[in-house]
């Protein structure tokens, strides 16, 4: 059974690069070590990096719900970045909405945290709360501020217009190609993605794909550096049993928000056409999508073997992925999938589309790491039915997978690349007049 020995350890595993020996994770401010060079080391293009003179840096994150992250990729992504640049010794204030959650005063992980603002709708949560957290960055006067996602590209030239800071943006995806938007809000976020293309002094993308899209649509320097995984986590609760009715090793796992283009509909049509007595667990919530959710139970009918969990996360999330037989990832939009990384680093057999960002993560189709035609029911029926019948071969394959994922995927890699780039950027103290006016002629 994938994971299995993951189940019935009782132990916790810290993170990994939180061990700065100067630093209180804890702590709203965190300590700032002496100033050092960041050693020259070579970038993903294989070109040796210079050195850059170590400075501690004001840094805004925006766009994200909030952290501590409970769902969504793009706060599990700013928690692991945010947490990891506070550890070296910057101060990183992190924007968070009042509804995601509670949000810890003395700030989490070494991060400040500040809520803002915002109209809890479908069209206007998003950019609403992107504005009110900018104009409250722009009086922390930050060195950086950091986008995240497209939509907050239509704020973005505030702070590169009315203040000296430095603004980047994380392209997680292509979001006006989402079909949960109608016509209108794809026409406000084809603007968002024009934006996004020339108005931050830099573009990062998670996905090799995202980074050449921007370089061919806009012609402007795009830095590649990808999402990252943590190690699986031994699962110390025992919970999926007595709540949802699934034994370990006895079910398929789908892990995401319930959004059209996540292609559940798709998934739960193939499996009620699988002969197994496993169990499918669809572990998720609406994202303002009340009525495809709605739908995706009508699809489920009375099968029994298909279980929706509801949002999960922390110790109740790991003890789903451990006890797993295998992940499907269906998506038909993507930018660089999370969910798909930490089924990997649980050494869970996937299945996913053959789009690009998923072809990026699993090189080909082998053992341990399947592909289907995108869209493709039928073929999917095929994947799944060839995958149950050889579960052994394909836990085998998925352990080499899953060492090949963590090795690659590195949140302290991102991080410390993330942070050569800020230092690159942000202008030099005392040099700040200047250098705003060398980036308006970006």
């Known amino acids: 059974?994938?994971?299995?020995?993951?189940?019935?350890?009782?132990?916790?595993?810290?993170?990994?690069?939180?061990?700065?020996?100067?630093?209180?994770?804890?702590?709203?401010?965190?300590?700032?070590?002496?100033?050092?060079?960041?050693?020259?080391?070579?970038?993903?293009?294989?070109?040796?990096?210079?050195?850059?003179?170590?400075?501690?840096?004001?840094?805004?994150?925006?766009?994200?719900?909030?952290?501590?992250?409970?769902?969504?990729?793009?706060?599990?992504?700013?928690?692991?970045?945010?947490?990891?640049?506070?550890?070296?010794?910057?101060?990183?204030?992190?924007?968070?909405?009042?509804?995601?959650?509670?949000?810890?005063?003395?700030?989490?992980?070494?991060?400040?945290?500040?809520?803002?603002?915002?109209?809890?709708?479908?069209?206007?949560?998003?950019?609403?709360?992107?504005?009110?957290?900018?104009?409250?960055?722009?009086?922390?006067?930050?060195?950086?501020?950091?986008?995240?996602?497209?939509?907050?590209?239509?704020?973005?030239?505030?702070?590169?217009?009315?203040?000296?800071?430095?603004?980047?943006?994380?392209?997680?995806?292509?979001?006006?190609?989402?079909?949960?938007?109608?016509?209108?809000?794809?026409?406000?976020?084809?603007?968002?993605?024009?934006?996004?293309?020339?108005?931050?002094?830099?573009?990062?993308?998670?996905?090799?794909?995202?980074?050449?899209?921007?370089?061919?649509?806009?012609?402007?320097?795009?830095?590649?550096?990808?999402n990252g995984v943590n190690p699986a986590r031994p699962a110390r609760t025992r919970q999926i049993r007595e709540r949802f009715g699934l034994t370990p090793g006895g079910y398929l796992l789908l892990v995401g928000r319930l959004v059209p283009e996540k292609a559940a509909d798709l998934l739960i049509r193939a499996f009620r056409r699988t002969e197994t007595p496993m169990r499918l667990a669809i572990v998720g919530g609406s994202s303002f999508t009340d009525d495809f959710v709605d739908r995706l139970r009508r699809e489920a009918g009375a099968d029994d073997r298909i279980v929706f969990t509801g949002f999960a996360y922390g110790d109740l999330l790991a003890e789903l992925y451990a006890g797993a037989a295998g992940f499907v990832q269906p998506s038909r939009l993507e930018g660089l999938p999370l969910t798909l990384l930490e089924a990997a680093a649980y050494r869970l057999p996937v299945v996913a589309s053959d789009i690009a960002p998923h072809v990026e993560v699993l090189k080909a189709d082998a053992a341990g790491g399947r592909l289907f035609r995108d869209g493709d029911e039928d073929d999917l029926v095929r994947v799944l039915t060839s995958l149950l019948a050889d579960l052994p071969g394909e836990r085998a394959g998925a352990v080499a997978l899953g060492e090949r994922i963590t090795s690659r995927y590195s949140w302290d890699t991102a991080a410390r690349e993330l942070e050569q780039l800020y230092l690159r950027l942000a202008p030099e103290p005392g040099r700040r007049s200047r250098a705003r006016q060398a980036g308006a002629a970006d």
């Open 1 to 226: 059974m994938a994971g299995a020995d993951l189940v019935t350890q009782g132990v916790n595993v810290a993170h990994p690069d939180l061990q700065a020996e100067d630093v209180d994770q804890h702590a709203a401010s965190p300590a700032i070590p002496r100033q050092r060079l960041v050693p020259a080391r070579r970038s993903r293009a294989g070109v040796a990096d210079s050195a850059v003179a170590w400075r501690p840096l004001r840094i805004a994150m925006i766009g994200q719900k909030g952290i501590p992250a409970t769902y969504g990729g793009i706060e599990r992504h700013v928690e692991e970045m945010a947490s990891r640049l506070a550890s070296y010794g910057h101060e990183v204030t992190v924007y968070c909405r009042r509804s995601y959650g509670e949000t810890p005063a003395d700030g989490y992980r070494g991060v400040r945290l500040r809520q803002t603002h915002t109209i809890a709708s479908k069209h206007l949560d998003a950019i609403v709360h992107a504005a009110t957290s900018t104009m409250a960055a722009m009086t922390a006067r930050p060195d950086i501020v950091h986008y995240h996602g497209l939509g907050p590209a239509l704020v973005a030239p505030l702070p590169r217009a009315l203040s000296r800071a430095r603004v980047v943006l994380t392209v997680h995806g292509l979001d006006n190609q989402r079909s949960k938007w109608g016509l209108a809000a794809r026409a406000v976020l084809g603007s968002a993605h024009w934006f996004s293309g020339y108005v931050p002094h830099q573009r990062v993308a998670v996905s090799q794909g995202l980074a050449a899209h921007y370089s061919a649509r806009f012609g402007r320097p795009t830095t590649y550096i990808p």
